[in-house]
């Protein structure tokens, strides 16, 4: 078992865009290896405290199996006899919530509930985390993966851990929702070890929906005659000769944005942008 000292988190869904996921921030190294679990059209669990990673998998198959998140927490924690030492939230696939702290757990510790997301923390300055975290969501606006680093940020400015930041990681899923629409997972970012954990998370967030996000395709603009011989002279510029959408491909497959990049009769903004940075 690991103990996660001084942790937040917050498990979460939104059920309109079919997404569950756990965003958290710790004074423990590698947060993101311990605590968050999520499942599309299952569930999502954060455990921590005296964490039992156990309670990842065995309560994903819980709600597999159709129980509540209530159900799953109280199936856990019966069979765990270190039950007092650990933290627990869960939601499960109709966005029900339930959170649990061990009475031994380390002050100030404790959790919140509502709607579609189950927050708790250990080992921090006072329950103002906590209520950070569950205001935050209730009030949010934005994608899943949005919300729940608006509910880091307020946590840490609440008041956050204790004894100090140092990881933080971001695990949001939707079924084929992923890279390539191959893969479930929408967005896993960890932060290992870092002064400013939630700073440097919030910058691989962006640098990910950068390079993998979506553009509305209304917002594509449309490659006419100018605007063809501009890419192709740019592209040349960079050493990628020949029909315009070959070399459109080629160098957005080596720059990584080949998921933004469908034909050459229209071209996202943000690969365009992109491509005059460079050339």
């Not at 649990?100 to 103002?128: D, H």
Request: hydrophobic share 40%.
């Amino acid at each position: 078992m690991a103990r996660t000292i001084a942790t937040y988190s917050i498990a979460a869904c939104d059920l309109d865009a079919g997404q569950w996921g756990v965003a958290t921030q710790s004074k423990f190294l590698a947060v993101g290896s311990v605590v968050p679990w999520a499942e599309p059209h299952v569930g999502a669990i954060a455990t921590q405290a005296y964490a039992n990673p156990r309670y990842g998998t065995e309560g994903l198959s819980f709600l597999r199996e159709g129980l509540s998140a209530e159900e799953v927490v109280g199936r856990l924690t019966a069979a765990d006899e270190g039950r007092d030492q650990r933290q627990l939230g869960v939601v499960d696939r109709e966005g029900r919530s339930a959170s649990f702290t061990g009475a031994e757990c380390l002050e100030w510790a404790g959790g919140r509930t509502g709607p579609c997301y189950a927050a708790q923390g250990n080992i921090l300055v006072s329950a103002a985390t906590v209520d950070a975290i569950a205001e935050t969501f209730e009030s949010s606006k934005g994608t899943l993966a949005e919300r729940l680093l608006d509910c880091l940020d307020a946590a840490q400015a609440a008041g956050g851990d204790r004894r100090g930041q140092q990881s933080a990681a971001l695990l949001v899923v939707e079924q084929d929702g992923g890279y390539a629409k191959l893969s479930d997972t929408i967005v896993e970012l960890r932060v290992e070890d870092h002064e400013l954990p939630l700073e440097e998370l919030r910058r691989l967030y962006r640098l990910h929906e950068a390079l993998f996000g979506e553009t509305p395709r209304d917002e594509w603009l449309t490659v006419d005659d100018a605007l063809a011989n501009e890419l192709r002279d740019r592209l040349a510029k960079l050493g990628y000769d020949g029909e315009l959408e070959d070399a459109l491909n080629k160098w957005a497959g080596n720059a990584n944005l080949e998921e933004r990049v469908d034909g050459a009769a229209e071209i996202d903004p943000i690969v365009l942008e992109e491509l005059r940075e460079l050339s």
